[in-house]
């Protein structure tokens, strides 16, 4: 095979995450191959057969040999043309084409229709058999679609052509990885990996079998504290969605410390703080056990947006959805902008000081930001 062709193609064969088929056109027949893990699935006409990864290339050249010179590689980040012509002193034709992508919202305002996405929505048991979302999963869908829409405006800012690495901390049952993947891969055509993590062996074992179910072969599912997991790959998001407590502080600090462009976290209950709040200068408020829970709430999350700003991060804290779908519905976005912001460092200790040398677990998982 010649090799600008043997590269252009191997180069997305090889990536098991965005490849999706090939198609070998001759004048009188057409052959479709799909990967299945390390082997490929070759349908000729009505005949199938399976060949492995070593033989693959060897085999389209081959069939290109007996005139199959139209040459299809379907990829979700883009489809590669390629004519070969049967006079060997002309040039092989190569084009990229980018996908066509239309996100167009639901009448009810969603990025993903439940028509659409049936198959998945109903493994993943959000929706029941008739299609319609079931009555206790209509605020955990609503969750999760705000959710990817902050997701899709930062990727918005990178190369189609750019693999995207996901790292969902505290992933539980892993709704949102699974629609999010469903909504980059096959809405927004993007070439991703998902690394989704919790301490649930049993979730994580029912999400492995999910993700066969589904043939998402681009999503890991690993039994690990936020704190323990380690990838080699340069992971973009790093996102949780209610992940309890200190759980949030350490998809934070994972974030930093992986120095991720994007960290995105929807905090849960925090406990942390409120037993810390016995000298400050607003004891008035504090009396009442409900104003002292909010505000250890509103000053947990305010130290954190202070950290994440120190370690030179831009940060948005927004309501994400409406309180009526969950009250715990603040989203603090964050994105890589620099270095360090001395600044926020000295808020940061200036509000510990106000408030009787209050401290979060994020402040210990980061103790060089503090030197």
Request: net charge negative.
């Amino acid at each position: 095979m010649i090799g600008t062709l043997q590269m252009a193609l191997a180069s997305k064969i090889n990536d098991i995450d965005d490849f999706r088929k090939i198609i070998l056109k001759s004048d009188e027949s057409q052959i479709s191959i799909f990967r299945n893990n390390d082997r490929f699935n070759v349908q000729i006409n009505d005949s199938k057969k399976e060949i492995s990864e070593k033989e693959i290339l060897p085999f389209i050249e081959n069939m290109i040999q007996q005139g199959f010179r139209s040459i299809i590689c379907e990829c979700y980040s883009g489809d590669i043309n390629i004519d070969v012509p049967s006079d060997k002193n002309r040039k092989i034709k190569i084009t990229y084409n980018k996908p066509n992508i239309s996100l167009i919202a639901d009448e009810e305002g969603h990025l993903i229709s439940l028509d659409e996405a049936t198959k998945l929505l109903e493994t993943i048991e959000l929706i029941n058999p008739d299609g319609n979302i079931k009555e206790n999963m209509k605020r955990k869908y609503a969750q999760i679609d705000n959710f990817i829409k902050h997701v899709q405006s930062l990727l918005d800012k990178s190369s189609q052509n750019k693999k995207v690495y996901i790292l969902d901390c505290g992933s539980g049952k892993s709704y949102l990885s699974f629609v999010m993947n469903y909504f980059l891969h096959e809405k927004m055509r993007r070439n991703c990996h998902f690394f989704c993590i919790d301490t649930n062996a049993d979730l994580i074992d029912k999400c492995k079998r999910i993700a066969k179910e589904l043939g998402y072969g681009n999503m890991e599912f690993h039994v690990s504290t936020i704190k323990d997991f380690q990838t080699s790959e340069k992971i973009d998001v790093v996102c949780s969605l209610h992940a309890c407590d200190t759980a949030t502080d350490e998809a934070i600090a994972k974030g930093i410390m992986l120095e991720s462009p994007f960290i995105l976290n929807v905090p849960c209950c925090q406990h942390e703080v409120i037993d810390q709040l016995t000298d400050h200068p607003l004891k008035a408020i504090t009396r009442h056990g409900l104003f002292k829970a909010r505000l250890a709430d509103l000053l947990t999350d305010a130290m954190r947006t202070l950290i994440l700003e120190l370690a030179g991060y831009k940060v948005t804290v927004t309501e994400y959805i409406s309180a009526l779908h969950t009250p715990k519905n603040i989203l603090i976005q964050a994105e890589r902008i620099q270095n360090i912001n001395k600044m926020a460092l000295t808020q940061y200790l200036e509000l510990k000081e106000t408030f009787g040398g209050i401290s979060i677990e994020l402040e210990r998982l980061l103790p060089d930001l503090f030197i």
